[in-house]
């Protein structure tokens, strides 16, 4: 057990869910960049170049989406979301709530019932509540076909290359995987605001790093522009 929950709580927001949701943003930004030129990029013979970044950049959402996910492991631990709010559960009696009143709306507006969190009393009830509503909103690999069809692409074609025909491997759209990034960057607010006084959205949900991810994306776009002049 770590002798300062608090720290270990900022440690593994800040290196787990905040940085793969910055990569998964990135990545976004760049398959968008690339593809919004696709018809300028083939008539310059510019296509193989910035279809291998394309390729690298879903390569990168895969990973970093599916790490959001990874469920708590004792032999393998990771920093997924789950496992963060397990740890908040497991050290819910040292883990001073800092703003309660942030945190209710937090749950609120991910459209999380409330009622339990104001029926307790004490710091310790109220973030084992707040862990188990987050966690209940979580989805499992075997109910999600959006989270099943990322986890199988990564098991089986990027981490641990099989000898299969990628035909047969469930498929997702881009616009169900990007919904994946929804509730995490949901949670990594509620805990930013309930815990470490610090905002990673605005009171309407939105998350404030966002406009991060995005840099690279443009940064792509003037690249692109450069080399049409």
């Known amino acids: 057990m770590t002798d300062n929950p608090l720290k270990r709580l900022k440690e593994m927001v800040s290196s787990g869910p905040v940085e793969f949701i910055f990569e998964a943003e990135q990545s976004l930004s760049l398959i968008e960049a690339c593809g919004s030129n696709l018809v300028f990029l083939q008539t310059h013979n510019f296509g193989e170049l910035f279809g291998t970044i394309q390729g690298l950049a879903i390569n990168q959402f895969v990973l970093s989406v599916t790490k959001l996910f990874e469920k708590p492991s004792t032999r393998y631990p990771n920093v997924s979301i789950r496992s963060i709010l397990e740890f908040i559960e497991k050290n819910a009696d040292r883990l001073e709530l800092q703003n309660p009143k942030l945190a209710r709306e937090g749950l609120k507006v991910l459209g999380l019932d ?7 009393d004490t710091s310790a009830q109220k973030n084992v509540v707040i862990a188990r509503r987050l966690r209940d909103k979580i989805p499992d690999v075997e109910n999600h076909a959006a989270l099943r069809a990322l986890k199988t ?5 990027i981490t641990h290359p099989e000898d299969i025909d990628l035909a047969t491997i469930e498929k997702t759209t881009w616009e169900e995987g990007e919904k994946l990034l929804v509730l995490p960057r949901g949670v990594v607010g509620v805990i930013g605001d309930a815990y ?5 959205w605005d009171n309407e949900g939105n998350y404030c790093g966002s406009i991060d991810g995005s840099r690279v994306g443009r940064a792509m776009q003037r690249l692109i522009k450069a080399a049409d002049k």
């Open 196 to 200: 470490l006084s610090t905002a990673y």
């Open 153 to 157: 692409l990564r098991d089986k074609k």
């Open 114 to 120: 409330t009622s339990a969190f104001d029926a307790t």
